[in-house]
């Protein structure tokens, strides 16, 4: 009996395992010393001790100050017909306790809103120091609650008022001793749309570089545990002593039950910098500052936030909580530091950034190594590589053309712009799409693909070293992607690890079943889904979540760095996945390309149809005269 021929394994290095898996093995080596460094880099800050004192928060004045503006002002939204009154409100507030306050007004293009006159109110406690410790909260919400809000954010507005009363300055009464540090209060407008106010408080007061520590209020009397909010609109972290201080005195509270976000998802913060609250800018500012709230990552719902779901534990225990932080900060001579560090806090402990940001680097080294071997082998074999890195030049012109349609449309007003801050979930601008300018957007994205297909068409079969070619081209760009990407935030090379460690493996599955090459495509993409899914689950978006980043992107918050490395890394996926349902051709050579463009043909179908418009009006013209 005859015997069939083995199947040999194909060589490494040929071209069909062009990818050298020794060398990508071996990389992953170097990856222990960040892990070995990242493991005795874990820390624990001392907490400070609040002093002993007669405490004077009243809970019973606050939830009464609390109804009180919930049920005066149900629509405390920028530009509503009470925001003036309500304005007013906040300074007799502060009068009434023999306090000064001082109006801060400024303007802001809120999408869905448009241009609106907000203003802050703040009252200064001045100290021995000039050193600021400021307590904020923001008085506005989004206008569609049925019962005004009482959560969001009477709560922390009815807080901030009843700790001010402790340096209140009355006649009659027993002044209080001056504090260590200058104390601010501070009633800030647009927070519920992105802390409009507080940002803007936060890049223009003039007390900004003396600000040792902020304590932000918002959503406190929910029926949620009380948590503590970290994140910022850059990849940083406040100080660790601020953190520790505050999760041990509000952990000492009777009931308390405190969170704060998981290792995971302080992660995700600083790869996708993103808060809806009013620490985020200052903690991007290297201004350390936390937000006690009750709330989720997504400020309470309106068609929720009623009295019935209000607890006034929950108020009385972050008020009192508030009150030690203040005196705890006030005597422990903080100094401001400009903090431009990231830290993961577990627990008691805390891990610092750098120690993450070189294990994210250093976890790059595999594939980069591998894909710059790859582009060695394919020059090494003279593949030529000009007409696969001009398909590639082809598609990044395509999905260009669309970033500056887009930004058009932006500048023109067919899509919603706006200050550059998170949007509100609850406005019409975050969740729902111009229909007819994303039609219009839409008819000319597709007039832009039809002229750059002409020269991606496939022609005929590649060839195994075209396509090889192909590889290492849209490889290379996602590797410069990552590299660009590390340059502008090296938390978030998080999410290119998945496609560049599954995708350089792409080039060894071209003899397998197309629907391998598919599934490792998914695997790969999963990284830059996990920015949306992970938007979607905090925020309770659902599939809105595309149009929301989009929007982020409308506004400038995402900013054109960021957007022009999402353009490099498009079109590399789409060449790889073009690679991988056999729909690649290089870039024609001259005796392959069409005789005429796309619109070049147009052109030629336009032009007898307006001869024989001219020549249907000149006869029309000659009957008349006759």
């Given at each position: 009996?005859?015997?069939?021929?083995?199947?040999?394994?194909?060589?490494?290095?040929?071209?069909?395992?062009?990818?050298?898996?020794?060398?990508?093995?071996?990389?992953?080596?170097?990856?222990?010393?960040p892990?070995?460094?990242?493991?005795?880099?874990?820390?624990?800050e001392?907490?400070?001790?609040?002093?002993?004192?007669?405490?004077?928060?009243?809970?019973?004045?606050?939830?009464?100050?609390?109804?009180?503006l919930?049920?005066?002002?149900?629509?405390?939204?920028?530009?509503?017909?009470?925001?003036?009154?309500?304005?007013?409100?906040?300074?007799?507030?502060?009068?009434?306790?023999?306090?000064?306050?001082?109006?801060?007004?400024?303007?802001?293009?809120?999408?869905?809103?448009g241009?609106?006159?907000?203003?802050?109110?703040?009252?200064?406690?001045?100290g021995?120091?000039?050193?600021?410790?400021?307590?904020?909260?923001?008085?506005?919400?989004?206008?569609?609650?049925?019962?005004?809000?009482?959560?969001?954010?009477a709560?922390?507005?009815?807080?901030?008022?009843?700790?001010?009363?402790?340096?209140?300055?009355?006649?009659?009464?027993?002044?209080?001793?001056?504090?260590?540090?200058?104390?601010?209060?501070?009633?800030?407008?647009g927070?519920?749309?992105?802390?409009?106010?507080?940002d803007?408080?936060?890049?223009?007061?003039?007390?900004?570089?003396h600000?040792a520590?902020?304590?932000?209020?918002?959503?406190?009397?929910?029926?949620?545990?009380?948590?503590?909010?970290?994140?910022?609109?850059?990849?940083?972290?406040?100080?660790?002593?601020?953190?520790?201080?505050?999760?041990?005195?509000?952990?000492?509270?009777?009931?308390?039950?405190?969170?704060?976000?998981?290792?995971?998802d302080?992660?995700?913060?600083?790869?996708?910098?993103?808060?809806?609250?009013?620490?985020?800018?200052?903690?991007?500012?290297?201004?350390?500052?936390?937000?006690?709230?009750?709330?989720?990552?997504?400020?309470?719902?309106?068609?929720?936030?009623?009295?019935?779901?209000?607890?006034?534990?929950?108020?009385?225990?972050?008020?009192?909580?508030?009150?030690?932080?203040?005196?705890?900060?006030d005597?422990?001579?903080?100094?401001?530091?400009?903090?431009?560090?990231?830290?993961?806090?577990?627990?008691?402990?805390?891990?610092?950034?750098?120690?993450?940001?070189?294990?994210?680097?250093?976890?790059?080294?595999?594939?980069?190594v591998?894909?710059?071997?790859?582009?060695?082998r394919?020059?090494?074999?003279?593949?030529?590589?000009?007409?696969?890195?001009?398909?590639?030049?082809?598609?990044?012109?395509?999905?260009?053309?669309?970033?500056?349609?887009?930004?058009?449309?932006?500048?023109?007003?067919?899509?919603?712009?706006?200050?550059?801050?998170p949007?509100?979930?609850?406005?019409?601008?975050?969740?729902?799409?111009?229909?007819?300018?994303?039609?219009?957007?839409?008819?000319?994205g597709?007039?832009?693909?039809?002229?750059?297909?002409?020269?991606?068409l496939?022609?005929?079969?590649?060839?195994?070293?075209?396509?090889?070619?192909?590889?290492?081209?849209?490889?290379?760009?996602?590797?410069?992607?990552?590299?660009?990407?590390?340059?502008?935030?090296?938390?978030?090379?998080?999410?290119?690890?998945?496609?560049?460690?599954?995708w350089?493996?792409?080039?060894?599955?071209?003899d397998?079943?197309?629907?391998?090459s598919?599934?490792?495509?998914?695997i790969?993409?999963?990284?830059?889904?996990?920015?949306?899914?992970?938007?979607?689950?905090?925020?309770h978006?659902?599939?809105?979540?595309?149009?929301?980043?989009?929007?982020?992107?409308?506004?400038?918050?995402?900013?054109?760095?960021?957007?022009?490395?999402?353009?490099?890394?498009?079109?590399?996926?789409?060449?790889?996945?073009?690679?991988?349902?056999?729909?690649?051709?290089?870039?024609?050579?001259?005796g392959?390309?069409?005789?005429?463009?796309?619109?070049?043909?147009?052109?030629?179908?336009?032009?007898?149809?307006?001869?024989?418009?001219?020549g249907?009006?000149?006869?029309?013209?000659?009957?008349?005269?006759?």
């Open positions: 009996m005859r015997r069939k021929p083995l199947r040999t394994k194909p060589r490494p290095g040929s071209l069909e395992r062009p990818v050298n898996a020794r060398i990508y093995r071996g990389s992953w080596i170097v990856i222990a010393i892990l070995l460094i990242a493991a005795f880099s874990v820390a624990r001392q907490p400070l001790v609040a002093p002993v004192f007669r405490s004077v928060f009243g809970e019973a004045d606050a939830q009464a100050t609390m109804y009180e919930a049920n005066t002002y149900p629509d405390r939204s920028p530009g509503a017909a009470s925001s003036a009154n309500l304005l007013v409100w906040v300074e007799g507030k502060f009068t009434n306790l023999g306090l000064t306050p001082k109006v801060d007004p400024f303007s802001a293009d809120i999408p869905g809103l241009k609106q006159s907000l203003a802050n109110v703040s009252v200064t406690i001045r021995r120091s000039p050193t600021s410790i400021v307590i904020l909260a923001h008085r506005d919400n989004s206008g569609h609650g049925p019962g005004g809000g009482p959560d969001d954010n709560s922390g507005t009815a807080a901030m008022l009843e700790l001010a009363r402790a340096y209140q300055n009355n006649s009659g009464l027993v002044k209080p001793p001056q504090p260590a540090h200058t104390i601010v209060f501070l009633s800030t407008d927070g519920a749309f992105g802390a409009i106010g507080a803007h408080f936060a890049r223009h007061s003039a007390s900004r570089s600000i520590a902020v304590i932000v209020l918002d959503a406190i009397a929910g029926r949620g545990p009380p948590r503590i909010l970290l994140n910022g609109d850059a990849p940083r972290s406040p100080s660790p002593v601020l953190v520790a201080t505050a999760f041990q005195l509000l952990s000492e509270q009777p009931g308390a039950e405190v969170t704060h976000a998981g290792f995971v302080q992660l995700l913060d600083l790869a996708f910098p993103f808060s809806l609250y009013e620490q985020a800018p200052f903690v991007a500012r290297g201004i350390p500052a936390v937000t006690f709230t009750t709330s989720s990552d997504r400020p309470p719902l309106p068609l929720t936030d009623t009295s019935a779901n209000i607890s006034g534990e929950h108020l009385s225990v972050i008020g009192h909580a508030t009150e030690q932080l203040i005196a705890a900060l005597q422990g001579a903080p100094e401001p530091q400009s903090n431009s560090a990231g830290y993961i806090y577990l627990g008691g402990r805390f891990v610092h950034g750098w120690a993450l940001q070189l294990i994210l680097i250093t976890a790059l080294l595999p594939p980069l591998a894909i710059v071997d790859l582009f060695a394919c020059r090494r074999r003279q593949i030529p590589l000009e007409p696969s890195l001009r398909s590639l030049g082809r598609r990044v012109g395509f999905w260009l053309s669309l970033l500056s349609l887009f930004l058009l449309f932006v500048f023109f007003g067919f899509f919603h712009g706006g200050v550059a801050r949007l509100s979930p609850d406005i019409s601008a975050s969740v729902s799409p111009p229909l007819g300018a994303l039609v219009f957007f839409s008819l000319l597709f007039g832009a693909w039809l002229i750059a297909r002409e020269r991606l496939p022609r005929h079969q590649a060839s195994a070293e075209g396509e090889l070619a192909g590889y290492a081209a849209a490889l290379l760009l996602l590797l410069v992607a990552a590299l660009a990407v590390a340059a502008l935030n090296r938390y978030m090379v998080l999410f290119l690890l998945p496609p560049l460690h599954a350089i493996w792409l080039p060894q599955l071209r397998w079943r197309p629907w391998a598919l599934g490792v495509m998914l790969g993409l999963l990284g830059p889904l996990l920015v949306f899914f992970e938007l979607a689950s905090r925020l978006l659902g599939l809105n979540v595309f149009w929301y980043v989009t929007e982020l992107g409308a506004v400038g918050y995402l900013g054109l760095p960021l957007l022009l490395v999402a353009v490099a890394f498009t079109a590399a996926s789409a060449q790889l996945a073009a690679l991988s349902v056999r729909r690649y051709a290089p870039y024609p050579a001259v392959e390309r069409p005789d005429a463009t796309l619109p070049q043909l147009a052109l030629r179908r336009v032009a007898p149809l307006s001869r024989k418009w001219d249907f009006r000149a006869t029309r013209r000659s009957r008349r005269l006759t």
